[in-house]
């Protein structure tokens, strides 16, 4: 059987070495990191994540400041909102919770923050550094990625064969950026890819991030190989008629007896995306004063 990866509990060590590095920069360089939220509208999960970054921020030591908008806020409001946030030198990080309402389109409000305060990584200036290997802010998720790999395999990747599943730009492009920075041969799979399950087994490190339900069975999977399932996927439940579940892009139960090490749906993946939105505030913070 796998050797389950524990997101929740990894997820706990990065918050508390935030928190320390936090402590270390207000001592040593009179340095509080300032994360913005911007929430527009009433979205009952968006309201849950939004909270939930706030709490941990604060828990950090971190400033911590919320803008919860009405639904009919327009984009221009928004967009000047953005432009405040960018201005000040007291906020490092800004952070607009998608989905946004209908009438605002999502890719304007991106462009408009400040590529060195894009803790999503979302910018186009982002994925070009990410791109051309300089500094910048990488998109939390695959950060997180990456670094539970390296907790299974160690730090050096060298040489490792990756396969990643999905091509989108908050997960699948930067992934596989982060993976060939460090130096592992990889391969982005997607829906046009001929015979998909036979390129996933060549992987040494399998990433799913495609958004179909447990999509990749245990014959996609190479015996002892490091899969990393970043889907979130609501199904209908058997044991629970009517009501949901979440299972993720890997049908986990038979995949576990085939791979080395794999992330459950829920507590993989999705605790150290928080846990990365902290982590890049302090390093634009650092990058802001010009710190290693």
Not at 253 to 270: F, H, N
Request: proline fraction near 6%; hydrophobic fraction near 45%.
């Amino acid at each position: 059987m796998a050797r389950l990866i524990d997101g929740k509990a990894f997820g706990e060590t990065v918050r508390e070495k935030v928190a320390a590095e936090v402590a270390r920069l207000k001592a040593e360089h009179n340095l509080t990191p300032g994360l913005a939220v911007v929430l527009v509208g009433e979205d009952p999960a968006s309201q849950v994540y939004v909270r939930n970054k706030g709490e941990q921020t604060e828990a950090a030591g971190m400033l911590s400041v919320t803008h919860r908008l009405p639904a009919e806020t327009s984009q221009a409001a928004l967009l000047k909102l953005v432009a405040e946030l960018n201005a000040d030198k007291d906020i490092h990080g800004i952070l607009v919770q998608f989905p946004v309402p209908d009438h605002i389109d999502q890719g304007d409000v991106i462009a408009a923050i400040n590529p060195d305060k894009d803790v999503d990584g979302l910018t186009v200036l982002s994925a070009g550094r990410l791109a051309s290997g300089l500094p910048g802010l990488v998109p939390c998720t695959p950060t997180g990625c990456v670094m539970l790999i390296k907790d299974v395999m160690g730090d050096n990747l060298s040489g490792k064969r990756a396969v990643v599943i999905g091509r989108s730009n908050l997960v699948g492009k930067p992934v596989a950026q982060l993976l060939l920075a460090e130096n592992c041969t990889v391969t982005i799979a997607h829906s046009k890819t001929t015979d998909l399950p036979a390129v996933c087994r060549e992987a040494d490190i399998l990433v799913a991030a495609v958004g179909r339900p447990e999509m990749v069975k245990a014959d996609w999977i190479k015996p002892g190989a490091v899969v990393i399932d970043v889907g979130m996927n609501r199904v209908p439940s058997i044991k629970n008629p009517g009501k949901t579940r979440l299972v993720g892009d890997v049908a986990f139960d038979e995949c576990e007896k085939v791979a080395g090490a794999i992330t459950p749906v829920p507590g993989g993946v999705g605790p150290m995306t928080v846990a990365c939105l902290l982590y890049n505030t302090v390093t634009a913070a650092k990058l802001s004063a010009g710190l290693a």
